[in-house]
């Protein structure tokens, strides 16, 4: 009878998230129509503005790049039970890595430049990601107020620069350009589609190794699972927060040096629209597992290049990609609410 349940529960484990965001759509085409527009047409129109042509495949692949790195930041750090929502901040201290590395001297030797941009994002990611670490280890600060905070730190510090010491000259606020040998190499000619999608998928396989095949990985899961366990076990607690946070920070990090190298070559105010705050979202969707995270990003950069070739064509504001992306969310939420309680309530029938 375990068994039955047990399968049964796994049955619905893959198909309610469908159903789901099946829900989502029905309910965005439902705004859609008492705005005074056609939902078949509309949807029509985001398929193919998302996978009609080569140039849309493109970009839809570009947008995966951001969304996948940063959601496998936040998933990395969800699995330690630590709520870093502070990957947009992260994302954009990263990319001010990248740039400091792209417009130096470094930045003009072929290849070694591509590589340091990229560990400088990392690395400067990282760095931040300490300061929510430290003060939850040394005085137990939520870290989830703490990189709150530090996302408007971020970019406020971004903004200060760019209005000052690293602006360029003329009258808007963004950086110099960075040498072209930082700059990552475009895979498909007369789009914008670069070899950061490599990285990327590299960095999901990276995740999955660490996560699920070393005994560092082992072990944050296990805090995540149960910290008071994983203490009794001699685990180091602290150890495990350090690492998390490092890796997540430094994830979302590599994802604004992407940014930076592979589609703006600068860095300007709003470099990211909301990629790290997107994280969230798809960190939970895809279950904190690498292999999820990837379909989910996938997903939601559909949504975003699509609702872009719904508001060029029909005037749809972009911001309804948004609304169902937190659609997808609350079906996604109560199909998990509804799947909890089925599953109870058989497994009490059961005994």
Not at 136 to 141: D, F, M, Q, R, S
Not at 269 to 276: K, Q
Request: aromatic share 10%.
């Amino acid at each position: 009878m375990k068994a039955v349940l047990l399968y049964k529960r796994t049955n619905l484990i893959f198909v309610i998230p469908f159903l789901s965001g099946g829900l989502a759509f029905v309910a965005g085409g439902i705004i859609l129509y008492l705005s005074g527009v056609d939902p078949v047409e509309a949807y029509e129109l985001m398929l193919k503005g998302s996978f009609g042509t080569k140039r849309a495949i493109a970009e839809t692949l570009v947008k995966t790049i951001s969304l996948l790195t940063a959601g496998l930041a936040v998933a990395v750090a969800f699995k330690c039970k630590l709520w870093n929502i502070g990957a947009e901040g992260q994302l954009y201290m990263g990319a001010l890595g990248g740039l400091l590395v792209g417009i130096s001297f470094i930045g003009s030797v072929p290849v070694i430049s591509v590589i340091l941009v990229m560990f400088a994002g990392f690395g400067l990611g990282a760095l931040f990601s300490m300061i929510p670490a430290v003060l939850k280890v040394k005085l137990g600060v939520s870290e989830i107020i703490v990189t709150v905070l530090l996302n408007f730190v971020a970019l406020l510090f971004i903004s200060y620069l760019l209005q000052g010491p690293i602006k360029a000259p003329g009258f808007l606020p963004y950086s110099p350009d960075i040498f072209p040998e930082s700059e990552l190499p475009i895979l498909l000619p007369t789009t914008r589609l670069h070899a950061g999608i490599i990285i990327a998928a590299l960095a999901a396989v990276a995740v999955y190794l660490f996560l699920w095949k070393t005994k560092v990985g082992f072990e944050i899961k296990s805090v995540g699972a149960n910290i008071q366990a994983a203490r009794y076990a001699g685990m180091n607690i602290a150890k495990s927060v350090f690492v998390t946070m490092g890796i997540s920070g430094g994830l979302a990090g590599l994802a604004g040096a992407m940014l930076v190298s592979g589609v703006q070559h600068r860095l300007i105010e709003g470099l990211s629209p909301g990629y790290g705050f997107i994280a969230v979202i798809i960190a939970l969707l895809g279950r904190q597992h690498p292999i999820g995270v990837s379909v989910v990003a996938f997903f939601f950069a559909a949504l975003l290049t699509g609702s872009e070739a719904m508001y060029r064509t029909m005037g749809i504001p972009v911001a309804f990609a948004q609304t169902l992306q937190a659609l997808v969310l609350v079906f996604v939420l109560i199909g998990e609410l509804f799947l909890r309680l089925s599953f109870r309530s058989r497994k009490k029938g059961a005994t």
